[in-house]
Every structure is written in structure tokens, then in C-alpha cells.
Nanobody
Framework: QLVESGGGLVERGGSLRLSCAAS????????IGWFRQAPGKERERVSC????????HDADSVKGRFTIYRDNAKNTGYLQMNRVRPEDAGVYYC????????????WGQGTQVTVSS
């Protein structure tokens, strides 16, 4: 399973780091994707990192502000969120699978990010 943590309330312009811990399987066999869903909106992929960490794709909306990375030794992925904006608010999910084909085998339960302005 995947378990996200690190969500919470953050001020506009502030920073937050989300974690995605895997258990029961080896995360380094999978790419990791981070997704978010705001109320009334469709889920969107924010960022994705290959299983080796050599390839990263960020959505235009977060480029230069969010950084995805992973620590395979800890079986954990991360999303560092900087210069957070009100439109970044939502439930953030991590998933393990194939970024290139946008197919995922495991999903976390989500963690809420709220942005105060």
C-alpha cells in the first residue's frame, strides 16, 4: 500500500513537503506520480518521476515551484511544494506505476493541502 503524509495548512507563498511511503512492495520497481484534485475539478497529474529518478515530468502549473524526488532506500517518494498558491489546494494522491502510459498499480488514500491567502 501507499500512504501519503505531510499535508496540512500552508500560507500562500509557503512550503510543504509531502511524503509517499510504500509498504508491501518495492517502490523502486515503479515510477511515482503525484496527483491532486480540487473540489469540483478533475484529478490532474502534478508530477511524475521514473523508477530510477532519471526522468521527471512536471505539469506546467507547478514547474519551477514543485520538486518530485524519491529515496528508494527508504521506499518513499516526495513532493516538495514551494511558493504555494491558492490554486494548489486540494487532495494530493501518490501512485506507483508507469508514468509514460499513465497507468498505476497502487494508489494512496490522499492527503489534504489547504492554502491560506
Amino acid at each position: 500500500q501507499l500512504v501519503e503524509s505531510g499535508g496540512g495548512l500552508v500560507e500562500r507563498g509557503g512550503s510543504l513537503r509531502l511524503s509517499c511511503a510504500a509498504s508491501g512492495f518495492s517502490l523502486d520497481d515503479y515510477a511515482i506520480g503525484w496527483f491532486r484534485q480540487a473540489p469540483g475539478k478533475e484529478r490532474e497529474r502534478v508530477s511524475c518521476i521514473s523508477h530510477t529518478g532519471s526522468k521527471i515530468h512536471d505539469a506546467d502549473s507547478v514547474k519551477g515551484r514543485f520538486t518530485i524526488y524519491r529515496d528508494n532506500a527508504k521506499n518513499t517518494g516526495y513532493l516538495q511544494m514551494n511558493r504555494v498558491r491558492p490554486e494548489d489546494a486540494g487532495v494530493y494522491y501518490c501512485a506507483a506505476g508507469d508514468c509514460d502510459h499513465d497507468l498505476y498499480d497502487y494508489w494512496g488514500q490522499g492527503t489534504q493541502v489547504t492554502v491560506s491567502s
